[in-house]
DNA sequence: ACAAAAGTGTTTTCCATACACCCATGT
DNA sequence: ACATGGGTGTATGGAAAACACTTTTGT
């Protein structure tokens, strides 16, 4: 009954000039020695589940708790899903401004951004829980205001645009979703400063609002076409 | 690092009488005797946690899987939630047709169907776990054909509209339910039958249709009011 | 002056609402 | 005939898509 080891894998996602990436760590031992791999961690015995997805994402990346966003994605268990033994894994979801501060001085020390299509072959049942952050995050969009835990504190109608777009993969109308933003309440708050020094207009910046849902949403373009 | 031990909890709703219910058993051993909890139990050392679900809802209700539907909900690992020792549990969020067969038969013979609303102090956390159950029911119901797991096998569109209603706690103007119910593509199969024997003009009988989401979605109104 | 990006206005189209109305059955 | 609930048609208001246009900067 008490056989049990459980782990926190962590689906970490960022936007980057690639696109959109995940952090993935390199297997240096056995098993799927050389794979890549979520980064993640054993619970530790007196730790709740959440404290330890925090704990993990302090060692992958340094960030104090209170930036970007973590929640909890799923559970999985399949009795020979880790070679070593049976080992449920709790996987978190984190969506992260692109971080300048370097991945280095832990146990991350090969870890990398990596664009999240093109990616097969994790180890572990890792291709799974990875895709499913992917979907989670692409739905989640739609009817939060998580995109701007992509951004940084202060950011522009622009920019969070272009997390839009990364994300769901396709184009949107400027104004329409300038409109959209900016009148949706509770989603954006602005700051009163600009940007400086950019071609162009410069552009109001924001802080995100105090909403935790988008009402009404904004969907993406019809998946089915 | 190998001592948790590993359970399976189930928030299984259905629609009666009394509205939206749940399915609680009364506990009669420590912890927490006397007291209502939700259905569950240790998974197995070689069983899958969805196998480990599926058997438990079978346990509980006699249900083949296929009827209704069964998703994860969620993980919950407090190292103190369970006295007994350190219990990680992954609920699972099941949604019934109204059963004629009876409860009985089973270790499950303190179980009962009764109403989400109104009910507090469970075993556990197992309120927080309900209340998680309920809002992912409500919210599923917006974008996915899930409302069709409450009905039986064939349902009218009113049958169908009473499910949102009482799930949703808010009346809905049935011709245009209507209308949108049987012109979202893929939502509802027309079998060709109607009803009989019942007051007014007999009702056409439909299946589920093949579509996993609505779109557009049918959004509740206006929770912000 | 020009390019570039921000932001606004306007038109059109679509969809949700509201509700009048007809249909098919039981009593 | 009438009540009861199923199902259709239609007017209207509001939001979304499409796009012309103005604003404000850098070069």
């Not at 090969?110 to 664009?115: K, Q, S, T, V």
């Not at 400063?193 to 071609?199: C, Q």
Request: proline share 9%; net charge negative.
């Amino acid at each position: 009954m008490d056989g049990f080891a459980v782990a926190v894998d962590l689906v970490m996602l960022t936007i980057r000039d690639e696109g959109l990436c995940a952090l993935l760590v390199r297997r240096g031992l056995p098993p799927y020695p050389g794979r890549w791999a979520l980064p993640g961690g054993f619970v530790r015995p007196d730790e709740d589940l959440d404290a330890a997805a925090v704990r993990e994402l302090r060692e992958e990346t340094g960030m104090d708790a209170g930036t970007g966003h973590l929640e909890q994605l799923g559970s999985y268990g399949h009795p020979r899903r880790d070679p070593r033994g049976r080992v449920v894994t709790v996987a978190y979801l984190a969506l992260l401004p692109d971080l300048p501060a370097p991945v280095a001085g832990t146990d991350a020390a090969h870890a990398a951004w990596r664009p999240v299509d093109g990616h097969r072959r994790l180890a572990f049942d890792h291709d799974r829980i990875l895709a499913e952050g992917v979907e989670r995050a692409r739905a989640k969009l739609e009817y939060t205001p998580l995109a701007t835990a992509f951004c940084g504190p202060e950011f522009t109608v622009a920019e969070l645009r272009a997390v839009y777009e990364t994300v769901w993969g396709a184009p949107l109308d400027p104004r329409n979703f300038h409109r959209k933003a900016t009148s949706t309440d509770g989603f954006l708050a602005a700051t009163g400063g600009t940007t400086e020094g950019e071609r162009g207009r410069p552009a109001r910046l924001y802080r995100r609002g105090d909403a935790t849902v988008l009402y009404p949403p904004l969907l993406r373009p019809d998946p089915a076409g």
